[in-house]
C-alpha cells in the first residue's frame, strides 16, 4: 500500500500519471541549500552524500524564466 502522502496526492489529482513518483526518507544531516554548486568548494565545505533538488513555484502559473531549483547538498562541516 502507498504512503499516505501519496495517496492523497493521487486523489487530488484524479486523471494524471503519477506511476513514476515516489516518497523518500532523507537524513541529510549539515546540508546547504543552494542555486550552484560551486558555492559548496568556496565556503571551505566537502560534497558529503547525493543532493535532492526541491522547486518553489508552481510550473502551471509561473513563467519557465522565473522557476528555479533548489538544491540541497548535504557537506562535511
Not at 566537502?46 to 513555484?57: D, I, K, L, S
Amino acid at each position: 500500500m502507498a504512503p499516505a502522502h501519496l495517496e492523497a496526492a493521487r486523489a487530488e489529482r484524479s486523471g494524471r500519471d503519477l506511476s513514476k513518483v515516489r516518497m523518500n526518507s532523507l537524513e541529510e544531516g549539515s546540508c546547504l541549500s543552494h542555486l550552484h554548486h560551486k558555492l559548496i568548494p568556496d565556503s571551505g565545505h566537502a560534497f558529503n552524500g547525493r543532493h535532492h533538488e526541491t522547486c518553489p513555484g508552481d510550473p502551471r502559473r509561473r513563467a519557465p524564466e522565473k522557476l528555479r531549483t533548489v538544491l540541497r547538498q548535504p557537506v562535511k562541516l
